[in-house]
């Protein structure tokens, strides 16, 4: 019985295996290597970000569904990211780009969390007026 099983097992491993060697192979899609993308065949054009927030662009660029590839350049003192993609995406990097920059545009616009707190601190400290604190002891 053990047998049995083993050779059912063996069988079935068999025949995924000669599945997957009929689909041929999977074409990746989304984020990937400059490797894998160059390998596609499609021809790649790439943009210079010098943004270090880089992913917020990885949501939208999933979010429109382009095929790209970021390569870090570490030579430049503000490090600058060049991404690649599918010149036939280029359609839908126009998109998510703009998306980005309103996105970018959009966080500079509001105030910190951390500047609101000090405005509030130094407001707190201009009035001048003590607090007196009353504990009360057991």
Known sequence: MFKAAIAKYLAHRKEIKAQK????????????????????????????VTDPSIRQ?????????VDYAIKRDKDHDPPRFLI?????????????????????V?????PSVLQKLAQFKDTVRDTGEKIKKKVLER
């Open 21 to 48: 060697a009929r689909d041929g192979p999977v074409k990746p899609c989304g984020k990937q290597s400059v490797k894998e993308l160059i390998g596609q065949n499609q021809g790649v054009s790439n943009v210079e």
């Open 57 to 65: 662009f990885d949501r939208v660029a999933r979010k429109y569904g």
């Open 84 to 104: 690649f993609f599918k010149s036939r995406d280029a359609d839908a990097i126009t998109a998510a780009f703009t998306e980005y920059n309103q996105q970018k």
């Open 106 to 110: 959009k966080k500079a616009s509001r």
